[in-house]
C-alpha cells in the first residue's frame, strides 16, 4: 500500500481472503484525498471533492440556463423536466411551509440549495467521481451557515431586537416560574443546536452511505478467492442494493434539507404570540 494510508481511497488490488492479507477495511482514510493543484505547506490546496462540487455547480447552473435561455409557451423536453423541477420545490416545499404570498421570494434560494445538494450526493454513484460531496462536513456546514444567516438576520428584520429575543427564546410568560428555564434551553435549542444538527444530519448519511458502498465493494473483490467467490456475488448483489438505495436517499436528504430550510424561514416570519 502507500506510504501514507491516509491520503488514498483506493485499495490493494491483489489482496485476496486465503492470500495472507487482511481485509482493507474502508475507514476515515477514504475520505482523504491527495491535493490535485498544490500541498499542505502552500495557500494553494485543491483535491478530488474540490473539483467535484465545482463540476457539480456548472452542471446545475448550465442545466437551468440551456432549459431557461430561450423558453417556449409549449415547453421543449430540457424545459419540461426543468420547469418540473422547478415548480416541484416551490410548490411543494416553500408553497406548502412558508406560503405563496410569503414563500416566493425565497424559491430561488430554496431551489438553488436543493439541486445544489442533489447534485453533489449523486457524485457517490457516478462512475469515476464516485465521492459524496457532503460527506466532507465543511460543505454542509457552510450550506447551514447560509440558511442560519438568512433566518437570524431575517428574523431581526422583521420582529426588531425584542420580539427577535422572543422569537428565539420562545417566550411565553404563561409558563409561570419555568420560564427562564425554557427560555434558557430554547435559546441554546435555536441559535446552537438547530444549525449543528441541520449540517450534520446531511453530512452524518452521506458518511455513512457512502462507507457502506465501499464496504460491499471492497469486499466484493476481496472475496474473489476460492470458495469466496459465492461470498463476493452476495457481496456484489448487496452493492446494486446499496446504489438503489443511496439514489433514495440522496434526493430525500436534499429534500429534507431544504424542507428544514423553509420551516426556519417560516419560524422567524410568524408573528410571535
Same mark, same amino acid.
Given at each position: 500500500?502507500?506510504?501514507?494510508?491516509?491520503? @488514498?481511497?483506493?485499495?490493494?488490488? +491483489?489482496?485476496?481472503?486465503? +492470500?495472507?492479507?487482511?481485509?482493507? /477495511?474502508?475507514?476515515?482514510?477514504?475520505?482523504?484525498?491527495?491535493?490535485?493543484?498544490?500541498?499542505?505547506?502552500?495557500? @494553494?490546496?485543491?483535491n478530488?471533492?474540490?473539483?467535484?462540487?465545482?463540476?457539480?455547480s456548472?452542471?446545475?447552473?448550465?442545466?437551468?440556463?440551456?432549459?431557461?435561455?430561450?423558453?417556449?409557451? @409549449?415547453?421543449?423536453?430540457?424545459?419540461? @423536466?426543468?420547469?418540473?423541477?422547478?415548480?416541484?420545490?416551490?410548490?411543494?416545499?416553500?408553497?406548502?411551509?412558508?406560503?405563496?404570498? *410569503?414563500?416566493?421570494?425565497?424559491?430561488?434560494?430554496v431551489?438553488?440549495?436543493?439541486?445544489?445538494?442533489?447534485?453533489?450526493?449523486?457524485?457517490?454513484?457516478?462512475?469515476v467521481?464516485?465521492?459524496?460531496?457532503?460527506?466532507?462536513?465543511?460543505?454542509?456546514?457552510?450550506?447551514? /451557515?447560509?440558511?442560519?444567516?438568512?433566518?437570524?438576520?431575517?428574523?431581526?428584520?422583521?420582529?426588531?431586537?425584542?420580539?427577535a429575543?422572543?422569537?428565539?427564546?420562545?417566550? +411565553?410568560k404563561?409558563?409561570?416560574?419555568?420560564?427562564?428555564?425554557?427560555?434558557?434551553? *430554547?435559546?441554546l435549542?435555536?441559535?446552537l443546536?438547530?444549525?449543528?444538527?441541520?449540517?450534520?444530519?446531511?453530512?452524518?448519511?452521506?458518511? /455513512?452511505?457512502?462507507?457502506?458502498?465501499?464496504?460491499?465493494?471492497?469486499?466484493?473483490?476481496?472475496?474473489?478467492?476460492?470458495?469466496?467467490?459465492a461470498?463476493?456475488?452476495?457481496s456484489?448483489?448487496?452493492?446494486?442494493?446499496?446504489?438503489?438505495?443511496?439514489?433514495?436517499?440522496q434526493?430525500?436528504?436534499?429534500?429534507?434539507?431544504?424542507?428544514?430550510?423553509c420551516t426556519f424561514?417560516?419560524?422567524?416570519?410568524?408573528?410571535?404570540?
Amino acid at each position: 500500500m502507500s506510504a501514507d494510508p491516509t491520503q @488514498v481511497l483506493a485499495f490493494e488490488t +491483489d489482496c485476496h481472503i486465503f +492470500d495472507g492479507c487482511g481485509f482493507p /477495511a474502508p475507514g476515515l482514510h477514504s475520505f482523504l484525498f491527495e491535493p490535485l493543484l498544490g500541498d499542505g505547506d502552500s495557500n @494553494v490546496y485543491f483535491n478530488k471533492p474540490m473539483l467535484l462540487a465545482l463540476i457539480g455547480s456548472v452542471i446545475v447552473v448550465g442545466f437551468f440556463w440551456a432549459a431557461f435561455r430561450k423558453p417556449k409557451v @409549449v415547453p421543449g423536453k430540457l424545459q419540461l @423536466v426543468a420547469e418540473s423541477g422547478y415548480d416541484f420545490i416551490r410548490r411543494g416545499v416553500v408553497y406548502e411551509t412558508i406560503g405563496k404570498k *410569503e414563500g416566493e421570494k425565497y424559491v430561488p434560494l430554496v431551489v438553488s440549495l436543493f439541486f445544489f445538494i442533489w447534485m453533489m450526493n449523486l457524485w457517490s454513484i457516478v462512475p469515476v467521481a464516485q465521492f459524496p460531496v457532503t460527506s466532507i462536513i465543511a460543505y454542509p456546514i457552510v450550506l447551514a /451557515a447560509i440558511v442560519y444567516i438568512t433566518w437570524v438576520s431575517l428574523t431581526f428584520k422583521r420582529h426588531g431586537f425584542v420580539g427577535a429575543f422572543k422569537n428565539f427564546t420562545g417566550y +411565553d410568560k404563561s409558563l409561570g416560574p419555568v420560564l427562564p428555564l425554557a427560555m434558557f434551553i *430554547e435559546f441554546l435549542s435555536n441559535l446552537l443546536v438547530r444549525p449543528f444538527t441541520h449540517a450534520v444530519r446531511l453530512f452524518a448519511n452521506m458518511f /455513512a452511505g457512502h462507507t457502506l458502498l465501499l464496504l460491499f465493494t471492497i469486499a466484493s473483490w476481496y472475496l474473489l478467492n476460492g470458495i469466496g467467490i459465492a461470498y463476493a456475488g452476495v457481496s456484489f448483489i448487496m452493492v446494486i442494493v446499496m446504489t438503489a438505495f443511496e439514489l433514495f436517499i440522496q434526493a430525500l436528504q436534499a429534500y429534507v434539507f431544504v424542507l428544514l430550510t423553509c420551516t426556519f424561514i417560516q419560524g422567524a416570519l410568524a408573528e410571535h404570540h
